[in-house]
C-alpha cells in the first residue's frame, strides 16, 4: 500500500480513536519492523493536531524468539514510563499478555495494537456501527451465568462465567486505559479456573492460531475443572500436543477465553490471503465461536503462561443460561446481526 493510502486509513483510525488537538500520543516500533505504519501514524496524528512521538525499540536479536507476554519494554523501565504518561498508545510490536502493557493501561493510557497487513486493516476498517454491535454481544454476556457450547461434530462444553470481565474488540480505542486490536470485531470472557467442563471437538476447516493453519482433522479435548486433561486425534492433535509440551508449564493446559465474533466482512478463508498477519480476521468472523487455551491474566486471571492457542470454529452453537446466541455458526440475536447485508 502506498504511503499516502496508508495515511489515510490511519487518519480514520485515529479520529475514530478520539484523536485531537494537544493529545500525546506515541507510536512504538522495533528495529525496522513496520516503518511505514510508524511514519502513516505519525502524519495522520499531526493533522489532527495530536502532539507525536515515535519510540523505536532495538531489533531483536537473530537468534532471539518471541514468547507470548515477553516485550523489549520489559528491561527499559523509563520507556515505560514515557509510555504511561502517553494519552495513547500505537503499539506496532504486540504488547499483549505483558506487564508492561497492564502497566501502561493501568496509568489511563489507551493502546491500539496494529500489526496485521495493510491491505487487510483497509479492508477491515472499524465502524461505529459495528462497536455497537459488538457491545450489545458484551452487555448479554456480561450478565451470563453460563455458556453453553455445541457443535455437530461433537462438542459439549459448559462455561460457569462470572468470576472475569466481559472484554470487546471492535478494531478501536477512545477510553482511557482501553486496549483494542486493528481489525477486531468480538466479544469474550473467561470461565471461572476450575469452571470448564465437557468435550470440544475441533474440526477440519476449524483455525489453529499461533499456527495461523487450518485443523485438517478432528481434535478432541476433554476439559476438567478447567483443566485439559486429554488431547486426541491425527496429526494435528499431536501437531498440538507437541507445541503445548514444549512450554513445560502446566498452566498451558488451562482454559482461557471463550466468545463469538462479529465481523461479516471478515472472511473465514482469510488465511489464504494474508498469511503475514496474527489472524485477527479469524478470530472476528461472523458467527465463529473460539476459545482459547493458556494465559488469563488480560482478564484479571493468575494465568500468565507463555503457552498459547485461539481456535475459531465454525458451525458451533452457543448458548448463555440457555438462551440461543449463535446457532450453526450464523448469530442470532436480532441487535447482533448487520443491517441490509
Known sequence: MDLNSLIEICLHQLTLSGVHEGEKVVVLSQGSERMDYADAFMAAGQRLGARMYHMRLPEVPPAGSWNVGETGLAANPSAVEALKDADMLVDLIFLLFSD??????????????????????????????????????????????????????????????????????????????????????????????????????????????????YARDPITYTIEKGTITDIRGGLDAELVKSYMESFKDPKGYGMSHVGWGLDHRAQWHGLTQFPGGMGMELRSFYGNVMFSTGPNNELGGPNDTACHLDIPMRNCSLFLDDEAIVIDGDVVVKEMQPVGV
Open 100 to 213: 508492561e502493557q497492564m502497566a501502561i493501561q493501568a496509568a489511563g493510557t489507551r493502546v491500539l495494537t496494529a500489526v496485521e497487513p495493510a491491505p487487510l486493516l483497509a479492508r477491515l476498517l472499524p465502524t461505529k456501527e459495528l462497536r455497537e454491535r459488538v457491545e450489545v454481544g458484551a452487555e448479554i454476556l456480561s450478565k451470563a451465568k453460563t455458556m453453553r457450547i455445541t457443535s455437530p461434530h461433537g462438542t459439549d462444553v459448559t462455561y460457569r462465567l462470572g468470576v472475569y470481565p466481559t472484554m470487546s474488540e471492535y478494531g478501536y480505542t477512545d477510553e482511557p486505559g482501553r486496549w483494542d486490536h486493528w481489525p477486531a470485531a468480538f466479544v469474550f470472557s473467561g470461565g471461572a479456573d476450575d469452571g470448564v467442563d465437557g468435550q470440544i471437538v475441533v474440526a477440519p476447516g476449524d483455525v489453529l492460531l499461533p499456527f495461523n493453519s
